[in-house]
């Protein structure tokens, strides 16, 4: 009998395939530990809803999957499919409960401890995030998160412990998870108290610039503490399209994505681009920037460029349109793509759209550590009797745009992983739903909190496994 070989892309030896995921949206355990409140903990309905006073029963994130009690199951299951990395974000106020301490909390930090003693000894690289839409609530309620300069040292302070701590075992560092979402969402992305709607435009672009001067600090204590370790900035990456080929779309297609290149400009570059300057200039908006300030970033650049992708939208000055459903940062519908059950426009072209721009205006490694499909799944008797799900629009979504990172790859682009968002369910970021799954591993719990917290392998945990295993091969073009 003969088999067909796999046919599909090559990646290169050494590729980081694996997941993400974050502390607030997996761990749970939130009073647990020694742990502070974070913002995260006063957003029952999401992080696209108001805040709350205080935390609240109904709120999914509270208990998340268990994640801090079951680690050690979950990061076997992991390794099963033969990941090589595992992206995960420390809860700031697992360290600093309040943020402005002086001292860590010895508990939080042996927690991480035990973690990356796990992904050790499985071999998994782990990729940790510093700041993933977990500000503690107190730097919220005190300062007004990122619009007050303090936050620069406190967020230095936190950096340096978990960086002296665990810094010789993990070399890849994320800043700020999304961090030009902070101009969309202030007070998940940045802690800003104030509602959107009564901050002013200096205070805003102030906080940006305090989180960009911030990742700059990061990333000097990064390398003054071990030089081997690579730090990168997240960006919320969306790729716009002119609506129609009027020319004056096209120039508001671009303006869109700039808003979002500029924090990739300034990580990379050291400096603010002048089309932001202008803009701000245009607001009539004159940023607090110390010459220190200066300095830190020209002199604290980037190592690698990192990003998440989940959808691209469209832009138009031309036609009355109103603008759909989105990952954060949302645009006016593309007539030519379908969308997620949640209105999230499904096109994997956008991913090597982004992949060949960055590498084309940075030049640097970039990382793909977040691209998922959030879908209802549902759970079925898999011929082994066990539980599973039967996601072949997961695997369908996931296949298409991992090509797409292999044509990229083809056109010269240095990509150093690929993390597929919530490899685990996870309670989900934007609407707080535990039913909005992206996970390759169900997770037996529901929106109304009911559930087991049981873990089971779905049809894409197997797939993904042979994806692994072949270097992409198994994939279909
Ligand atoms: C990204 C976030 O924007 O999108 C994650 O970094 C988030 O935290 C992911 O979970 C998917 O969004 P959601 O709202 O579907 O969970």
Redesign the pocket.
Known sequence: MTTTPPTGPRFPEGFLWGG?T?A??IEGAYAEGGKGLSVQDVLPD???SPRVDGPTPENLKLEGIDFYHRYAEDIALLAEMGFKAFRLSIAWSRIFPDGDEAEPNEEGLAFYDRVLDELEKHGIEPVVTLS??ETPLHLAEAYDGWTDRRLIGFYERYARTVLERYGHGVRYWLTF??IN?LLHFPFMSGGVNTPLAELSEKDLYQAMHHELVASAAATRAAHEIDPGIRVGC?I?AVPFYPLTPEPRDVLAARAAEQQNLAFGDVHVRGAYPGYFLRSLREKGVALDVTEEDRRLLAENTVDFVSF?Y?MSACATVTQDVAAGEG??IGGVPNPTLEASE?G?QIDPVGLRLVLDQYWERWGKPLFVV?N?L?ARDVLVTGTDGEPTVEDDYRIGYMNDHLVQVAEAIEDGVEVLGYTA??CLD??????S?MS?R?GLVYVDRNDDGSGTLARYRKKSFGWYRDVIASRGATLSR
């Not at 996870?426 to 609407?431: A, G, L, P, Q, R």
Request: charged share 10%.
């Open positions: 993400a974050a607030n949206q999401g992080g696209t993933h839409y998870n999304e979402s997240m919320l998440s989940y990952n954060l949640w999230w977040e998922g959030g968002w919530g996870e309670v989900s970021m934007s609407t739903q909005k992206y």
